[in-house]
């Protein structure tokens, strides 16, 4: 078998599924409630986006969820639609019965593997956890041909057992095999290994797609996916704006613009449009009450921000210079330049010709300039109706 680490086989042509979870993990975030007309709003952006696949609630958790999932399968063409479950007989029949009239319907069922929850919260022992896991996945398959299992805590498992239980799995009928970095435990080095060893230890494993699940408890949620999709995973579970359980899960405009910053490389498609990606972002975070972080990736109100003036100059010289895509590409309409102490003259120029301060001198420019210099010492930002009044009190001063 090649070598599935080396990097003519990271080349192999492949195809990316984006699994999104933000109405389901997200809606975990802690104060986060979304009722059925915001799930609905959110799951027809995703589609609009071009998401694979929406995990649209947990059906059993409680009747407003059941409702929620039960609507968007009803409502929403264009993804398939998973509920997620337990690996218990009366989740998976309440997660059919909230999906089953969707255009492709996914029953998503799930059980731990390591030993820290096998102990203190199964209460099982591995061989019941296997057993439960392949009869539940073959439950599952008499409703729905699309049938993901988890393996909850997959990172902590040990290795010797994760392989057995993915192998009972595929037996079973599974079609996707989830490994969930739950806890956010794992470094890129350590999960990208982890998916390697499944790839070359477990017997048919290309028969099923292999999906990743990171949090982001030690802020690597992002990097472990890429890892993990360097190693063979095809599907990439995430939320938008990175919401979820604690830290969150691995962010999806992260992850996409990650791979299309070097998708050439990679050799990979999706079906994400990118310029999608801050609509989609800003319909989440009011419709959740989660504020974007102003230095969040991608999509933080700094993100195409830029404050120095060297930087300032090289992006006014050639955008390439300070940015590695473009704020076009995920819908914005450009670049901000922020004035403030460290801007330098190109861009405060640049700034009195957009405001319409065309026929100035180079003397009032440069008089304007070291106003506006003195100005920025004392204020954290210098606003457009400050440059107006730097300029106006010199036109008044101005003899007639
Ligand atoms: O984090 C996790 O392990 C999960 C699974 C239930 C997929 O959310
Ligand atoms: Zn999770």
Known sequence: MTDPCAWEDLRMSRRLKIFDTTLRDGEQTPGVNLN??????????????????????????????????????????????????????????????????????????FIATSDIHLKYKLKMSEQEVLERAAAMVAYSKKYCEDVEFSAEDASRTRPDFLYKIIEEVIKAGATVVNIPDTVGYSTPAEFGALIRGIRNNVSNIDKVDISVHCHN????????????????????????????????????EEIIMGVNTRKDFYNITHKIDTTQIYRTSKLVSSLTGVAVQPNKAIVGVNAFAHESGIHQHGVLAEKTTYEIMTPESIGLAQNRMVLGKLSGRHAFEERLKEMGYCSLSTEEIQKAFEKFKSLADKKKVVLDRDIEALIEEKASKIPE
């Open 36 to 109: 059925i007309q915001e799930k609905l709003e959110i799951a027809g952006q995703l589609v609009r986006m071009g998401v694979d696949v929406i995990e649209a609630g947990f059906a059993i958790a409680s009747p407003g969820d059941f409702e929620a999932v039960k609507a968007v399968s009803e409502n929403i063409k264009g993804a398939a639609i998973a509920s997620l479950c337990r690996a218990v007989e009366k989740d998976i029949d309440r997660a059919w019965e909230a999906v089953c009239k969707a255009e492709r319907p996914r029953i998503h069922t």
């Open 217 to 252: 408890d030690l802020g690597l949620a992002v990097a472990n996916t890429l890892a993990a999709m360097e190693n063979g995973a095809v599907q990439l579970e995430c939320t938008v704006n990175g919401l979820g359980e604690r830290a969150g899960n691995a962010s999806m």
